[in-house]
């Protein structure tokens, strides 16, 4: 089954594109941050990509860049924007990488139509594809046990004390996150592994899994709603 990955911050707008696409046939996932998307991306490579230009931090065209960096010509980009819908602003969109570009609004059967011309000219998937895919993109035990601590809200020193490692270290795991993860800052990452269902309950020295912690929760919704630094410290205060 062909695959779909769905970038666009609308997200009635996403569920629309996703329910038509299925009805056709494709197998659909759907991101709502060019960030998560690069994130989802790497978990499985889409054969098709969906992507709105206007994305909040990182715009569509960077994502694009970042899709074309990794994947090649193995992953075809249709730009969507309901914003830029002159002639040049389609002209840019394919002079920066996009294999299609659509105007929102845009009827139903014509997004089918593309979408099924541009996997029929996509070069099959081969060895180096497959390769790119490797668990070696993914993040390790040890990144994992970082990033689960950073989104409890413990600064780098503590991770590196409740880990037994220097907070180099802890700053050297941190950069390779961001950089599997798409994300700029810790709020991101840990709002991008939430999303991708990486952390996972942590057991405890005792083996039994521990609760989640209401910070975690907390830093993950206000980064995920892209509130500023202030309301992270006033909503870390009320998880005391």
């Given amino acids: 089954m062909t695959t779909a990955l769905i970038v666009d911050d609308d997200a009635r707008f996403a569920a629309l594109?996703?329910?038509?696409?299925?009805?056709?046939?494709?197998?659909?996932?759907?991101?709502?941050?060019?960030?998560v998307a690069l994130a989802a991306a790497r978990s499985e490579q889409p054969r098709i990509v969906l992507l709105d230009v206007h994305l909040p931090v990182m715009s569509g065209y960077d994502v694009c860049r970042r899709l074309r960096e990794r994947y090649g010509l193995s992953v075809g980009i249709i730009f969507?924007?309901?914003?830029?819908?002159?002639?040049?602003?389609?002209?840019?969109?394919l002079e920066l990488?996009?294999?299609?570009?659509?105007?929102?609004?845009f009827d139903p059967g014509e997004l089918v139509?593309?979408?099924r011309s541009l996997a029929r000219r996509l070069p099959a998937a081969g060895p180096a594809a497959a390769a790119r895919e490797q668990p070696e993109?993914?993040?390790?035990?040890?990144?994992?046990?970082?990033?689960?601590?950073?989104?409890?809200g413990l600064p780098q020193k503590q991770v590196a004390q409740k880990l037994s490692i220097s907070r180099k270290t802890v700053g050297t795991h941190m950069s390779h996150i961001f950089e599997k993860l798409g994300a700029h800052s810790q709020g991101q990452a840990v709002a991008a592994a939430h999303e991708l269902h990486l952390l996972g309950p942590r057991l405890s020295q005792r083996g039994r899994a521990a609760r989640p912690s209401s910070r975690a929760a907390a830093v993950a919704t206000v980064a995920l709603l892209g509130l500023p630094a202030a309301a992270v410290v006033e909503v870390l205060g009320k998880a005391q």
């Fill in 17 to 35: 594109v996703e329910s038509v696409l299925a009805e056709a046939g494709y197998g659909c996932r759907t991101a709502a941050s060019g960030e």
């Fill in 80 to 93: 969507i924007s309901g914003r830029r819908t002159e002639s040049y602003d389609q002209i840019a969109g």
């Fill in 97 to 105: 990488g996009g294999d299609d570009y659509l105007s929102k609004p």
């Fill in 113 to 115: 139509a593309r979408v």
């Fill in 137 to 152: 993109h993914a993040l390790t035990a040890r990144e994992l046990e970082v990033l689960a601590l950073a989104a409890e």
